[in-house]
């Protein structure tokens, strides 16, 4: 057999000449036409136009063994073999995108692609730093901050505006930033936070302080719709319920305190007296229980309730601890009793806020009689204090606010039912073979009918059964949940010193979400900024700030609205 065979394949008006090592089969040959043509070897048709070689199109298990090459080659008189090749060549394309690489970009550009930047320590500013970065999530408050414009030249405002020039230098570059204007804004603004030691150098402050501070400042400055309407853009007035600015809009919680009288039995008879009142009085003259409203821009989750046999309370979950601090019993005038009496006292969210946060009671003075100058010390609480990934307030809330969520619950509720149902009786029409429809038909009809009966059942839904707006900013039919998003810590058992940290959830994803083992929390990939060095982790590892050790315990956890 004839090893090397010489071909002339004619290819539309291209005749291709070249040397076929025959030992390399159909493949080789393909092989060999698709470098000199671009044409995919699967798209080739090839036909032989000399004779003694095969019939018709070649095909891919043609044995070239099978046919008398020397013969072929004999009835072309010495010439070389020729073929037909039929086929459009691949067109030639460049890559999609662009390579690019990481030292070519700007930093402005590498800062988006790279681990967030983090912030110098510049002498115990560790409380201002991990704030600044729990906040730097916020994206209202910085569209708000963006907005901003100073009416003066006041420390509250220049406090602002180095505020908002330090997150736009963090979002610049991938290197650690030195917030000097802004750390001297804010021992202008509050004076407090210039304290020194007796050597001088400047003393641990409290990031709740800190926080409240900021919050306080936001508050008297933000005020013009324009900041309101850049941080909450489709919010109403409404739905703001009298937040007119900024930090309460993001952050403010309207609060309904009820205080009733315990020393009034509501269900006695009019018959019954009630001990230490003034002669005549009746237990008909029944004390009223006083309402009122106030501001909150955050919730306190009290742990102090021990473990001890006196305590009434033993706060093991964050939810106990926000429950504990909500209620309680004061001592109050009673205008009927005429003297003072024991008041219940029970505070309930009248106003939701897009963003919450959460102050674990951890520090609390003490009182030293004993010492020489009765100042007292301030004292830290290392209880552990478990917390979750979301959060429900529902039980916290009024009974409007709950009225509303409660729609929103019973909605979410029925779809669900609904959605496994029809999943339920697809699975049964399936398996009985009555499938009249390809899937892609079904999934484009199963959509377009959820669609309408989305719609349908939002216009046939009377007044009362559509949910009123709890809060600004909020999503549609939300149900009262808020998922964590950030954490500052506190690492040390001392009140005035220690380490503060920010953990604060990616803004993406880097693969697939897996759940943590045993349990149905998305185990989603955060940051830990301390201060200057910024290390990926998950959320495994900030549920574990819970405390009970020496090791980072959750202070301020921030929660936004679940969508």
Same mark, same amino acid.
């Given at each position: 057999?004839?090893?090397?065979?010489?071909?002339?394949?004619?290819?539309?008006?291209?005749?291709?000449?070249?040397?076929?090592?025959?030992?390399?089969?159909?493949?080789?040959?393909?092989?060999?036409?698709? *470098?000199?043509?671009?044409?995919?070897?699967?798209?080739?048709? @090839?036909?032989?136009?000399?004779?003694?070689?095969?019939?018709?199109?070649?095909?891919?298990?043609?044995?070239?063994?099978?046919?008398?090459? /020397?013969?072929?080659?004999?009835?072309?008189?010495?010439?070389?073999?020729?073929?037909?090749?039929?086929?459009?060549?691949?067109?030639?394309?460049?890559?999609?995108?662009?390579? &690019?690489?990481?030292?070519?970009?700007?930093? #402005?550009?590498?800062?988006?692609?790279?681990?967030?930047?983090?912030?110098?320590?510049?002498?115990?500013? =560790?409380?201002?730093?991990?704030?600044?970065? =729990?906040?730097?999530?916020?994206?209202?408050?910085?569209?708000?901050?963006?907005?901003?414009?100073?009416?003066?030249?006041?420390?509250?405002?220049?406090?602002?505006?180095?505020?908002?020039?330090?997150?736009?230098?963090?979002?610049?570059?991938?290197?650690? &930033?030195?917030?000097?204007?802004?750390?001297?804004?804010?021992?202008?603004?509050?004076?407090?936070?210039?304290?020194?030691?007796?050597?001088?150098?400047?003393?641990?402050?409290?990031?709740?302080?800190?926080?409240?501070?900021?919050?306080?400042?936001?508050?008297?400055?933000?005020?013009?719709?324009?900041?309101?309407?850049?941080?909450?853009?489709?919010?109403?007035?409404?739905?703001?319920?009298?937040?007119?600015?900024?930090?309460?809009?993001?952050?403010?919680?309207?609060?309904? $305190?009820?205080?009733?009288?315990?020393?009034?039995?509501?269900?006695?008879?009019? #018959?019954?007296?009630?001990?230490?009142? *003034?002669?005549?009085?009746?237990?008909?003259?029944? $004390?009223?229980?006083?309402?009122?409203?106030?501001?909150?821009?955050?919730?306190?989750?009290?742990?102090?309730?021990?473990?001890?046999?006196? /305590?009434?309370?033993?706060?093991?979950?964050?939810?106990?601890?926000?429950? @504990?601090?909500?209620?309680?019993?004061?001592?109050?005038?009673?205008?009927?009793?005429?003297?003072?009496?024991?008041?219940?006292?029970?505070?309930?969210?009248?106003?939701?806020?897009?963003?919450?946060?959460?102050?674990?009671?951890?520090?609390?003075?003490?009182?030293?009689?004993?010492?020489?100058?009765?100042?007292?010390?301030? =004292?830290?609480?290392?209880?552990?204090?478990?917390?979750?990934?979301?959060?429900?307030?529902?039980?916290?809330?009024?009974?409007?606010?709950?009225?509303? @969520?409660?729609?929103?619950?019973?909605?979410?509720?029925?779809?669900?039912?609904?959605?496994?149902?029809?999943?339920?009786?697809?699975?049964?029409?399936?398996?009985?073979?009555?499938?009249?429809?390809?899937?892609?038909?079904?999934?484009?009809?199963?959509?377009?009918?959820?669609? @309408?009966?989305?719609?349908?059942?939002?216009?046939?839904?009377?007044?009362?059964?559509?949910?009123?707006?709890?809060?600004?900013?909020?999503? /549609?039919?939300?149900?009262?949940?808020?998922?964590?998003?950030?954490?500052?810590?506190?690492?040390?058992?001392?009140?005035?010193?220690?380490?503060?940290?920010?953990?604060?959830?990616?803004?993406?994803?880097?693969?697939?979400?897996?759940?943590?083992?045993?349990?149905? $929390?998305?185990?989603?990939?955060?940051?830990?900024?301390?201060?200057?060095?910024?290390?990926? =982790?998950?959320?495994?590892?900030?549920?574990?700030?819970?405390?009970?050790?020496?090791?980072?315990?959750?202070?301020?956890?921030?929660?936004?609205?679940?969508?």
């Amino acid at each position: 057999m004839t090893d090397t065979v010489s071909l002339s394949v004619k290819w539309g008006k291209e005749t291709i000449t070249f040397d076929f090592v025959v030992a390399g089969g159909v493949k080789g040959l393909k092989t060999e036409l698709e *470098e000199k043509t671009r044409v995919p070897s699967d798209r080739m048709k @090839l036909m032989a136009k000399s004779k003694g070689l095969w019939k018709g199109v070649l095909k891919d298990d043609f044995d070239f063994t099978s046919v008398d090459l /020397a013969a072929a080659l004999s009835k072309a008189k010495g010439g070389p073999l020729n073929l037909l090749l039929m086929g459009s060549a691949a067109e030639l394309t460049g890559p999609k995108s662009k390579t &690019v690489f990481l030292e070519d970009l700007p930093p #402005e550009e590498v800062a988006k692609v790279q681990e967030p930047s983090g912030l110098e320590n510049l002498g115990n500013t =560790c409380y201002l730093n991990s704030v600044t970065q =729990c906040l730097r999530a916020v994206a209202p408050l910085r569209r708000g901050l963006e907005a901003y414009q100073p009416s003066s030249t006041s420390a509250q405002s220049l406090f602002l505006t180095t505020l908002r020039d330090s997150y736009g230098q963090l979002d610049r570059t991938a290197k650690p &930033v030195a917030p000097s204007g802004f750390v001297r804004a804010t021992k202008m603004a509050f004076p407090q936070f210039a304290q020194t030691g007796a050597n001088g150098a400047p003393m641990q402050q409290d990031a709740e302080e800190f926080l409240s501070g900021l919050l306080t400042i936001a508050a008297t400055e933000m005020k013009a719709n324009s900041q309101i309407k850049a941080a909450l853009p489709f919010s109403t007035e409404a739905e703001l319920g009298g937040a007119n600015n900024v930090a309460d809009a993001l952050f403010g919680l309207k609060m309904e $305190e009820t205080l009733t009288c315990d020393e009034f039995d509501n269900k006695a008879g009019d #018959e019954m007296q009630v001990e230490g009142a *003034e002669a005549g009085t009746s237990s008909g003259a029944i $004390e009223p229980p006083v309402k009122s409203f106030d501001l909150h821009r955050k919730l306190v989750c009290n742990i102090q309730g021990g473990s001890d046999g006196s /305590a009434q309370t033993n706060v093991s979950h964050i939810a106990e601890g926000i429950a @504990l601090s909500l209620n309680g019993t004061i001592e109050k005038r009673s205008e009927v009793l005429g003297r003072d009496a024991l008041w219940t006292r029970k505070q309930r969210i009248a106003r939701l806020p897009p963003f919450l946060a959460v102050q674990f009671g951890r520090f609390y003075w003490k009182a030293t009689p004993d010492s020489q100058d009765h100042a007292g010390v301030k =004292c830290k609480v290392m209880k552990p204090v478990a917390f979750n990934g979301l959060f429900d307030v529902y039980e916290f809330c009024s009974e409007a606010i709950q009225k509303e @969520l409660k729609k929103s619950r019973d909605k979410a509720l029925r779809e669900e039912e609904d959605r496994i149902n029809k999943k339920l009786k697809g699975d049964q029409n399936e398996a009985e073979g009555d499938k009249m429809e390809t899937e892609e038909t079904k999934v484009e009809e199963s959509e377009e009918d959820a669609a @309408l009966q989305a719609a349908l059942a939002m216009s046939m839904q009377s007044e009362d059964e559509k949910p009123v707006a709890v809060g600004p900013g909020l999503p /549609a039919n939300f149900q009262g949940q808020y998922e964590l998003f950030a954490v500052v810590t506190h690492k040390g058992r001392d009140a005035d010193g220690g380490h503060y940290m920010a953990w604060v959830k990616a803004s993406s994803p880097s693969g697939k979400i897996e759940k943590i083992a045993d349990t149905d $929390e998305d185990n989603e990939d955060w940051f830990v900024f301390d201060d200057d060095e910024v290390s990926p =982790c998950k959320t495994e590892d900030v549920l574990k700030l819970k405390g009970g050790g020496d090791w980072h315990m959750s202070y301020l956890n921030f929660y936004r609205a679940k969508k």
